[in-house]
């Protein structure tokens, strides 16, 4: 049924961008493979996949006041069950009240996975704006990890889903100015619990700031806020959140998610970025390739370690070729990761990256591991 519904919305894509002015129809089509070992291997296997997904992004534009934007990704997934069962963790919709994603093949060394991660009507007037469906409420102020983005805790470091996945909601938005604007947003899970918050942002002299609070996931009242301000040319980003578990009694019901991250764009357009993360409660690691991944989704649970840090960098020789790097410390595993890639524009819609990356891993005093990983990228934009 879902599969039918799929080849049916394409159509209509189609129909409506040949024949409507209004309406627009963007995408891609990305074929990823991968190629790593680890030291030692407890897989038993070579970590290989090859992925190829395309997506769709369709916006229908009805009037000045509506309009309608939808996204579908297919993805086909071979290679070993321990990378492709991350490729399905990262790929579904597994946590959001609409079950819109369909797998018609789910086997331990091949998947195709279809999902719709954006499905929403927008109505919009001067001032005003209402957004009812899946869609993305970003209200992230740091680069890399973000406590106030409660809607959607994508991990920091995903090789397989560059979108954010969104979620079911109602959300509305009042401007005040071309700085200051009030949000309220209204959520669910497949579970059926609530998520309920306020948001506001506004501007004093060369401070941006944001004040948020609300119901998280049913059982947590949380507050936070953040800031952006630049000080010698140089961006200073902060946010954080804060959550109370109203079910439980003691100290372990308060969790403090804290993110500060500085960058600086050169006068030759190089990047640099750091960003460091603070959280009373990491979670357990069960598996090391998901030692980046919050469990279920979690926005209480964004990190490993009690402190974490990270660098980026990034550099463009020239319009079609640019290097771009990342480096992270996770505190308590004692774990680095480093990573860097290649891209180069070979055609006018047409992607070429290459990317290697290696880690370093301490769990306790009884068993580390290392491990190195190449990527090879085809991306084609229409």
């Not at 963007?26 to 493979?33: A, E, M, V």
């Not at 992925?51 to 769709?56: D, E």
């Not at 700085?179 to 506001?200: K, M, N, Q, W, Y």
């Amino acid at each position: 049924m879902f599969g039918r519904f799929i080849i049916a919305f394409s159509l209509f894509q189609l129909c409506f961008y040949s024949a409507n002015a209004q309406v627009d129809l963007t995408g891609y089509i990305n074929n990823y493979s991968l190629l790593g070992e680890t030291r030692p291997n407890p897989f038993d296997e070579t970590l290989w996949q090859n992925m190829t997904s395309q997506r769709f992004n369709f916006n229908w534009r009805i009037n000045n006041n509506f309009n309608i934007y939808i996204s579908s990704r297919t993805n086909f997934s071979i290679g070993n069950s321990t990378i492709l069962k991350m490729i399905k963790a990262t790929s579904t919709d597994d946590y959001n009240l609409m079950k819109l994603s369909y797998s018609p093949v789910d086997k331990d060394d091949k998947w195709l996975g279809v999902a719709l991660d954006r499905l929403a009507l927008r109505w919009a007037a001067d001032d005003f704006e209402i957004t009812l469906g899946r869609q993305r409420i970003n209200w992230g102020n740091t680069i890399l990890w973000n406590p106030n983005d409660i809607f959607d805790s994508s991990p920091v470091i995903n090789f397989t889903y560059p979108e954010k996945m969104g979620c079911d909601a109602l959300h509305a938005t009042f401007y005040h100015s071309e700085v200051a604007t009030s949000e309220i947003a209204l959520s669910a899970d497949r579970d059926g619990s609530p998520t309920a918050a306020l948001f506001h942002r506004n501007n004093f002299r060369k401070l941006d700031y944001q004040l948020l609070g609300g119901v998280y996931k049913g059982h947590y009242l949380f507050a936070g806020g953040g800031f952006t301000t630049e000080l010698k040319h140089v961006n200073i980003r902060f946010e954080g959140s804060y959550f109370r578990d109203f079910r439980k009694v003691g100290d372990k019901r308060d969790v403090v998610q804290i993110a500060l991250g500085i960058d600086k764009i050169f006068s030759n357009n190089l990047i640099l970025q750091t960003e460091v993360l603070y959280t009373n409660k990491p979670y357990d690691i069960s598996d090391v390739l998901f030692s980046y991944v919050p469990k279920r989704q979690s926005v209480r649970e964004l990190t490993t370690s009690s402190w974490s840090f990270a660098g980026q960098l990034y550099y463009p020789f020239s319009n079609l070729f640019s290097i771009k790097s990342l480096v992270a410390y996770f505190h308590d595993q004692k774990a680095f990761l480093v990573g860097a890639e290649m891209s180069y524009q070979l055609f006018k819609n047409f992607e070429l990256s290459l990317m290697v990356g290696a880690f370093d891993y301490t769990l306790g005093q009884s068993y580390s591991m290392d491990g190195l990983a190449g990527t090879l990228h085809l991306k084609y934009y229409f």
